[in-house]
């Protein structure tokens, strides 16, 4: 049985001090690692922190992963200012439970809320502009 060593890429391309691209996935025997950690401008990875975040665990300015955490963040469960998902927490959530000054969702907490029991014409308003379909 052969024994998965993961992925380490590394872009020899800079941005200050990150690589322009970080690729970690898997483990790293000679790290001591068992989850693959990326991170550069663009890191993937099984946690990935980056300007650009896609793994199970992402941070970042866009972050996409299981957990995300970031200024845009789309995931199973995110947290950031622009959050989407299915559980979302942020200034602007849109998800299955969403929680956020404006949130929209099937279950939605916040100021401004569209959800199955609310239509707060402030977050319909909002929300409309990308979703045509909640202004019928």
């Known amino acids: 049985m052969t024994k998965f060593a993961g992925i380490r890429k590394t872009s020899s391309l800079r941005v200050g001090n990150l690589p322009l691209v970080s ?11 068992i989850r693959g950690h990326a991170k550069g ?3 993937i990875g099984d946690m990935a922190v980056g300007w650009i975040a896609i793994g199970g665990l992402a941070c970042g300015g866009v972050a996409l992963g299981g957990l995300s ?8 469960l ?10 979302c927490i942020g200034i602007v ?16 907490f916040g100021q401004y809320v569209v959800s199955a ?3 707060d014409p402030e977050a ?13």
Do not use: N
């Open 124 to 136: 319909v308003e909002l929300f409309g502009r990308f979703l045509s379909w909640l202004k019928r």
């Open 23 to 33: 690729i970690a996935i898997g483990p790293d025997p000679a790290k001591g690692e």
């Open 93 to 108: 959530a849109l998800g299955g439970l969403a929680v956020g000054y404006y949130a929209c969702g099937g279950a939605a």
């Open 117 to 119: 029991a609310t239509r």
């Open 69 to 76: 955490v970031g200024i845009v963040a789309i995931g199973g």
């Open 41 to 43: 401008v663009i890191a």
């Open 78 to 87: 995110s947290i950031a200012a622009i959050a989407f998902g299915g559980l």
